[in-house]
């Protein structure tokens, strides 16, 4: 038998393979018609729908047709991140009379700075023109030294070196970093900015039964002093009113240490708090929480229905009380892993959204004692010129973040196998991060989105990006003898932002949550 075998020619092995998959397919396995009824070669049909995305990303689309983000907006990105050569050659390729493309009117003069402005001396400098908790007078009032900053991403959900290049960049660029839900973990900890966030799991300030520890969250806050804000999830973008599973075979003894949860034990996430059921008690709850941690508190959410908004709008009105800022997250947000369902039709578009709140808020008079941050593909200088004349005061980006330190957009977060270890446990793969280069990736992006974004403004004539009007940007609804003014678009002026000088925001005593 042996002498038999070594007599076998290399291509009789492979026939013999063949053979045996032949086989395999066609009396064995039941699952797959395509591989029974064609055997061996019904497998390529597989492997093509395997590799098809990648094909698709590299090969077949064009440089503006892939989605969520196409090739031009992450070659944006990698290029500023890497501080490259971003400019394009031979005029936009962008179809400019497409629907909902967006056009900046420029002034006859643009804005002038002196040799003494904060801008000459640092073409990044540009903070949030309103503070947190000013209204409220909290007691550690904050005013974000950035209007962009890396929205709720957890540890978990991205991987440890991933969360510690995120950090570290934004200490570089003095920006801020929302933990997500998963806790605050010691990769969050590297010197920047914190805004601690929790939804209805209350990861990291969980109670023995799963709800709400006020005890905890107090001492999560005077035991991390760059803690400078709270964010209350109320729902996301991809998949508003769901709760999640966090499965048993992921929490490790590190997660559970941070998430306040058992190892090896499901976590479920509902779609409601136990901290509240009502919007009175809701505004209740933020009270207590700003009184006990004297930090600016803030809710989440994506936009739907306006009853419950309109109900918090008039407790606002009628005590005082409430938010001190409102982060609003767009139906075309990402998420690690959501229904198809959910994240392609629960919630409005972020410019849909946020437009209906605002214009709610702004009627009972409360925009100004409001920061409203932007969440949802915003993390362009062009989408962000928008988003400020439409009432926005910082910019939150997740994506556009992790791109920045080396997300491929192969969208397979949900399976672990995140090739570039952002979005995966995986040590191996996590293993391809460098996060002091990475870090510095993500700063590098910051600066350039921030140093365009201030020369967008200035092209249109001012100093802030706050000072943007509605009908300083327009957007084409068809064609230009159809394209309107934001505020004709969305049918509301945007409530202007006191803003003096950026010198006065340098001088501001809250900037960057100096005092504490």
């Known amino acids: 038998m042996i002498i038999f075998l070594s007599n076998i020619s290399w291509w009789g092995w492979i026939l013999i393979a063949l053979a045996l998959i032949a086989i395999r397919d066609i009396f064995i396995q039941r699952k797959h018609t395509i591989s029974h009824n064609f055997p061996i070669v019904g497998h390529l049909r597989y ?79 540009l903070p949030c023109a309103k503070v947190m908790g000013a209204y409220h007078k909290r007691k550690k009032p904050f005013r974000p030294a950035s209007v962009i900053n890396v929205s709720a991403m957890s540890f978990g959900s991205l991987s440890a070196k991933a969360i510690e290049s995120l950090n570290k960049g934004v200490k570089i660029v003095d920006a801020y970093h929302n933990t997500g839900e998963g806790g605050l973990s010691p990769y969050h900890s590297h010197g920047g900015d914190v805004i601690f966030h929790f939804g209805t799991g209350y990861f990291g300030v969980r109670s023995e039964d799963g709800g709400f520890s006020m005890e905890k969250l107090v001492a999560l806050v005077e035991n991390n002093p760059f803690i400078k804000a709270i964010e209350i999830k109320l729902s996301q973008g991809a998949k508003p009113g769901k ?32 901290a509240f059921s009502n919007v009175p008690e809701m505004v209740d709850f933020i009270e207590k929480i700003a009184i006990a941690t004297g930090l600016p508190i803030g809710i989440k959410a994506a936009i739907g229905k306006l009853e419950q908004w309109e109900e918090l709008a008039d407790i606002m009105v009628k005590t005082g009380k409430g938010p001190d800022f409102i982060t609003v997250d767009g139906g075309e947000g990402g998420t690690g892993a959501a229904p198809p369902s959910f994240a392609d039709h629960v919630s409005l578009s972020w410019v849909y959204g946020f437009s209906d709140l605002y ?5 009972k008079g409360l925009t100004e004692r409001i920061v409203f941050i ?9 989408k962000a010129a928008m988003a400020f004349a439409m009432g926005i005061d910082c910019i939150n980006v997740a994506r556009e973040a992790m791109m920045s330190i080396g997300c491929i957009q192969a969208q397979i977060c949900h399976t672990n196998r995140c090739p570039s270890g952002v979005a995966t446990q995986n040590k191996w793969l996590q293993n391809g991060i460098d996060p002091t280069l990475k870090s510095e990736r993500l700063a590098q992006y910051f600066k350039t989105f921030k140093k365009e974004l201030i020369e967008i403004t200035h092209a249109a004539g001012y100093e802030h990006p706050c000072q943007f009007k509605m009908e300083d940007v327009e957007i084409n609804v068809d064609d230009h003898n159809l394209s309107k003014e934001l505020n004709k678009t969305y049918m509301y002026e945007k409530t202007l932002v006191p803003f003096t000088s950026m010198q006065d925001l340098k001088d501001c005593l809250y900037l960057g949550g100096k005092i504490s």
């Open 47 to 125: 492997a093509l729908e395997k590799i098809g995305p990648e094909l698709r990303q590299y090969l077949v689309a064009n440089n503006r047709e892939e989605l969520p983000f196409n090739r031009i907006e992450r070659g944006w990105i990698y290029a500023s991140a890497k501080k490259e050569n971003n400019y394009e050659g031979f005029g936009t390729d962008r179809d400019i009379y497409a629907h909902h493309h967006i056009f900046i009117n420029n002034a006859m003069m643009p804005y002038k700075i002196d040799e003494n402005h904060p801008n000459s001396i640092d073409k990044t400098f």
């Open 243 to 274: 709760g999640g599973v966090l499965p048993g075979a992921k929490i490790t003894k590190e997660l559970a240490d941070i998430r306040g949860v058992e190892v090896g034990k499901d976590v479920i996430s509902p779609p409601n708090h136990k």
């Open 359 to 363: 214009k709610l808020f702004q009627k």
């Open 374 to 382: 932007g969440s949802g593909k915003l993390g362009f200088p062009g």
